[in-house]
């Protein structure tokens, strides 16, 4: 364990002072302007989520050639189309329709990777049930994209989430390294932030976590570790429900999150994240202390603790 936290704190180091001398050119390359949807009121840069890709994939990679780790690493390197367009997303404004061609490529690549029973073996009794898989993974990537719009949310929430899934399967080399290197990303994001993580980070940050839900050693396991995501889930799939009711097109871009209504309502920013990340480390840490009971009875608070903090928000308007 020992060697583990040493890859750890050297993860983080080089990352922070990578994001220390990076940050400028981060500016001059990747500039968000605020818009009307934005939640932050100056100019910032985005991409951030760039130095723990390439901090993770480039140990998997040497991680590999040195036969130190396989299933975390190869999962890793599935994610660098998607990585790579996300980045490109972040610098050019992708056509969505590519942006999902390459994360529909990316999940089947990760299940497939994965599952017993792929798809080619028996085509009549495993295609649905391959096809929802699939596109499950998909939503959880867009998912956690989808919350990434405030400070500090999305980067310290997948924290806590990796390091549980680190405690409970025992911690890769490679995951300590993407640990270290997120946690240096979150002191550089959390509010105000000085960068933003970018399409490149958060889609990364959601095909990984399936991947690891995918390795678990029971589906029950695989059930658990997904309900650890619950807070940030929980409000993209109740949004989009709302939405959907209302009529609107749940694909087009809005403010209507829990979080950003929370903010239009005048919360600080730093409260708001509060708010997700105190459930996923109850949540983390019932399961881990009380098995799969404690975790569903923090699970009915925090959806109980959500509907509260929906009555304190901005209404959600047609």
């Known amino acids: 364990m020992n060697y583990k936290i040493f890859i750890f704190a050297i993860s983080a180091t080089l990352s922070w002072i990578a994001y220390y001398f990076l ?5 001059k390359l990747l500039l968000d302007i605020p818009n009307n949807r934005s939640l932050h009121v100056n100019p910032t840069p985005k991409g951030g989520g760039l130095i723990f890709v390439i901090f993770t994939t ?3 990679i040497l991680s590999l050639i040195f036969n130190l780790g396989q299933n975390f690493e190869i999962i890793c390197l599935l994610t660098i189309p998607l990585s790579i367009i996300g980045f490109l997303d972040d610098r050019y ?8 061609g390459i994360q529909l ?14 798809l080619l073996n028996d085509v009549k009794l495993n295609f649905i049930p391959y096809l929802i898989i699939v596109i499950g993974i998909t939503a959880m990537i867009n998912f956690i994209n989808f919350m990434d719009g405030i400070d500090g949310l999305v980067g310290f929430s ?12 025992s911690f890769n080399l490679a995951l300590c390294v993407l640990i270290g290197s997120l946690l240096s990303f979150n002191i550089w994001n959390w509010s105000p932030a000085k960068i933003f993580m970018g399409d490149v980070g958060s889609t990364f940050l959601g095909a990984i976590y399936c991947g690891l839900i995918l390795q678990m050693e029971t589906w029950t396991q695989s059930f ?9 889930i929980l409000d993209s799939l109740i949004c989009i429900f709302i939405r959907f009711r209302n009529g609107q097109n749940i694909f087009k871009a809005h403010k209507l999150h829990l979080y950003q209504r929370l903010f239009e309502k005048g919360w600080d920013k730093r409260v708001i994240v509060l708010c997700y990340i105190i459930p996923t480390i109850l949540l983390c840490s019932s399961y881990l202390w009380f098995g799969t009971l404690g975790e569903m009875i923090i699970l009915i ?11 304190s928000a901005k209404p959600f308007l047609k």
């Open 23 to 27: 940050i400028p050119q981060f500016k």
């Open 58 to 60: 480039t140990f998997s």
């Open 93 to 100: 404004n992708i056509s969505p329709f590519i942006r999902y």
């Open 105 to 118: 490529l990316t999940a089947i690549l990760i299940f497939s990777y994965k599952s017993e029973t792929l």
């Open 158 to 169: 997948l924290l806590i989430i990796l390091v549980f899934i680190g405690i409970i399967s």
């Open 224 to 232: 658990n570790v997904l309900i650890f995501s619950s807070p940030l």
């Open 301 to 311: 608070l925090t959806i109980v603790f959500g509907l509260t903090l929906n009555k």
